[in-house]
């Protein structure tokens, strides 16, 4: 069974600063790996998409990599701002899915930007 | 461009009672999938639709049922609900190649 852990769950920097976040997941078979964000009392909102055969995305400050062999993804978050402030979730769509391309998900990063 | 719209937002229930969740999209995808999400635990698949007419169990089904009524909805139902589906419920949607999946703003069940 797929799994996707997220470290650390919670994390808190001043603005200005660059950070990453990490997932990782147990099965390399996957068709892609999303990131998202959520903010509080919203749904979830796609971010970057990669697929099984990329080992990059990148959109504006964000650049989301990933290393299939290993089954690990980071999103990395350039020149941070309070407006980033949101809990980010990855998730793979693993093959064994097949034609309905369902995801497992991580438990997600809180992350908290400081002014 | 409304994307996925769920109703309702909120609702709460007793011990016993049963709801529909409603979910429709406008972006004529063919999956949709309902989700839940629970403090520490991600988002965990109920069930989902691949296209109109199918609909196959997620990861926790028990305690659900759903409807796939046409390409654009996809409900969730209660039959008889228990404090354990106390839970933020996802509606999202998608096309079948390699493209982001959209979600709904949620529903926040709480069942007393």
């Known amino acids: 069974k797929q799994e996707v852990t997220q470290i650390p769950a919670a994390l808190s920097v001043p603005e200005g600063e660059n950070l990453v976040l990490n997932c990782s997941f147990t099965d390399s078979a996957i068709y892609n790996l999303q990131w998202f964000r959520q903010d509080p009392g919203k749904g979830l909102t796609s971010l970057l998409l990669?697929?099984?055969?990329?080992r990059e995305q990148t959109s504006g400050r964000l650049n989301a990599s990933l290393d299939k062999s290993s089954g690990r993804s980071t999103l990395y978050i350039a020149a941070s701002q309070p407006g980033d402030s949101a809990t980010y979730l990855c998730?793979?769509?693993?093959?064994?899915?097949?034609?309905?391309?369902?995801?497992?998900f991580g438990s997600g990063t809180q992350l908290t930007v400081l002014p | 461009n409304a994307g996925v719209t769920q109703t309702p937002k909120f609702q709460v229930l007793k011990t016993g009672q049963s709801m529909t969740l409603q979910c429709a999209q406008d972006?004529?995808?063919?999956?949709m999938y309902w989700y839940r999400q629970d403090p520490g635990m991600g988002l965990r698949l109920i069930y989902y639709s691949a296209s109109e007419g199918t609909t196959d169990k997620g990861e926790v089904p028990n305690g659900y049922n759903v409807s796939r009524l046409n390409k654009r909805e996809f409900s969730l139902r209660l039959e008889s609900a228990a404090p354990s589906q106390t839970s933020v419920y996802f509606c999202?949607?998608?096309?079948?190649?390699?493209?982001?999946?959209?979600f709904g703003n949620g529903t926040r069940l709480t069942v007393t």
């Open positions: 999202a949607s998608g096309p079948l190649l390699n493209s982001p999946l959209h």
């Open positions: 998730a793979v769509s693993p093959i064994s899915s097949g034609s309905a391309r369902q995801l497992t």
């Open positions: 972006m004529n995808h063919n999956s």
């Open positions: 990669i697929q099984s055969s990329q």
